[in-house]
């Protein structure tokens, strides 16, 4: 078995995938490499989630509130109809810390309600990483990947302006 530890190989792999025996369409390539590299390049920061969130709390440039459209994102999929957290659908995303899925539900209700919780942020990393860790080590494979694609590409995006941020204004006590 080939190993797919380079950048590379998760490329190559990506472009030869497919679906029941049919390739991935061009979209769906693009989506899975998109979800690959930003992760990888996110991942080369060197520094654990919580610890870029609190570097993030410290610098001038950054502004949760300039990512409200993936809070926005979060709470359709995680908040039901009566302003409830759909803990059910938390909970088949594979968080083993009880303080890592308390910390995620009080963040997202409370940007429900309009609030900016100090660890908003970070809720939404935890997220990403849930269907990080989930498309390579569980529930949500490649046979998978149509039917959360807009969860990937809102993932993708996010991520996207972050690093594009991160590169623009840099970390003060990261570099």
């Not at 380079?6 to 061009?26: F, H, I, M, Y």
């Not at 899975?32 to 060197?46: A, D, I, P």
């Not at 909970?91 to 308390?102: D, L, Q």
Request: one cysteine or more; a negative charge; proline letters at 2%.
């Amino acid at each position: 078995m080939p190993s797919f530890s380079t950048l590379k190989d998760q490329v190559e792999l990506a472009q030869n995938l497919t679906l029941n025996g049919t390739p991935l369409s061009e979209l769906q390539k693009d989506t899975l490499l998109r979800f690959m590299l930003s992760f990888n390049v996110f991942e080369r920061l060197g520094q654990s989630r919580s610890r870029i969130c609190e570097t993030l709390k410290h610098q001038n440039w950054f502004k949760v509130e300039h990512y409200d459209e993936y809070g926005q994102f979060f709470v359709k999929r995680y908040i039901d109809e009566g302003g409830r957290y759909n803990t059910r659908q938390l909970f088949r995303t594979g968080y083993s810390s009880p303080a890592i899925r308390e910390m995620v539900q009080r963040a997202i209700e409370g940007f429900a309600n309009g609030e900016h919780d100090p660890e908003l942020f970070h809720a939404y990393l935890e997220i990403a990483y849930r269907f990080r860790n989930n498309l390579f080590h569980g529930g949500k494979g490649i046979l998978e990947l149509e039917r959360y694609f807009d969860c990937f590409e809102m993932i993708n995006w996010m991520l996207y302006k972050l690093l594009r941020d991160i590169a623009e204004h840099g970390l003060s006590d990261m570099n």
